[in-house]
């Protein structure tokens, strides 16, 4: 799900067309069956930045046994994941428990 600026109407990532210059993805990949899936969606609709945000490792193994996540990345498997689309920025702490990494195109 997208949420669009400004609203809070979302709308399925996989119709959007449009490009924008920065696109943020915070706290969703951790959920998704195939992340790399929405990596690559998500990235082609960035012009200039595509901007991550995830759970940092190892802090919420909790939400994996119950079902909220499906991922507990490290930097480095997200790194992975990430650099096909640009070069990957450094791991920022957002918060205590997320990161927030930026891809530059």
């Not at 992340?35 to 490792?57: D, F, M, N, S, Y």
């Not at 790194?79 to 530059?104: H, Q, T, W």
Request: glycine residues 8%; charged residues 25%; hydrophobic residues 40%.
């Amino acid at each position: 799900t997208v949420y669009r600026a400004g609203t809070s109407s979302t709308i399925d990532w996989r119709n959007v067309t449009e490009q924008a210059d920065t696109v943020y993805c915070l706290e969703l990949v951790e959920h998704m069956e195939y992340p790399a899936e929405l990596l690559q969606g998500v990235a082609g609709l960035a012009k200039r930045r595509l901007v991550i945000g995830t759970p940092r490792h190892g802090l919420i193994p909790f939400r994996l046994h119950r079902g909220e996540h499906l991922w507990d990345f490290t930097e480095d498997e997200l790194r992975d994941l990430l650099s096909p689309y640009g070069k990957v920025g450094e791991f920022i702490p957002a918060g205590v428990e997320c990161c927030v990494v930026a891809v530059d195109k």
